[in-house]
Nanobody, 119 residues
Framework: QVQLVESGGGLVQPGGSLRLSCAASGFTFSSYAMNWVRQAPGKGLEWVSTIYSSSGSDMAYYADSVKGRFTISRDNAKNTLYLQMNSLKPEDTAVYYC??????????WGQGTQVTVSS
């Protein structure tokens, strides 16, 4: 069965960095675009980033709110998705989910990992 397991969240000071990981299993990881989506306290889901693999190269897209600070990547040999988050701000505080891309939406989600940016 499809499983997505996030890790790497935690408490970090403003301006700090974190690297999130999402270990995938139960499907051919390299064949799917993957996403990071977050949910801040009391708010709805917010798309963060998507990575596609096409013709041997990866294409990445970012929400304006994280562009230039976050970097999405993947290691298809390890079936793992990453999100490098730099210059973190308090407004980045959220539960971060990885989600498999399917038909313009998401069909499988992980359990999420909490990121808290606070001094």
């Amino acid at each position: 069965q499809v499983q997505l397991v996030e890790s790497g969240g935690g408490l970090v000071q403003p301006g700090g960095s974190l690297r999130l990981s999402c270990a995938a299993s139960g499907f051919t990881f390299s064949s799917y675009a993957m996403n990071w989506v977050r949910q801040a306290p009391g708010k709805g889901l917010e798309w963060v980033s998507t990575i596609y693999s096409s013709s041997g190269s990866d294409m990445a897209y970012y929400a304006d709110s994280v562009k230039g600070r976050f970097t999405i990547s993947r290691d298809n040999a390890k079936n793992t998705l990453y999100l490098q988050m730099n210059s973190l701000k308090p407004e980045d505080t959220a539960v971060y989910y990885c989600a498999r891309h399917h038909s313009g939406g998401y069909d499988y989600w992980g359990q999420g990992t909490q990121v808290t940016v606070s001094s």
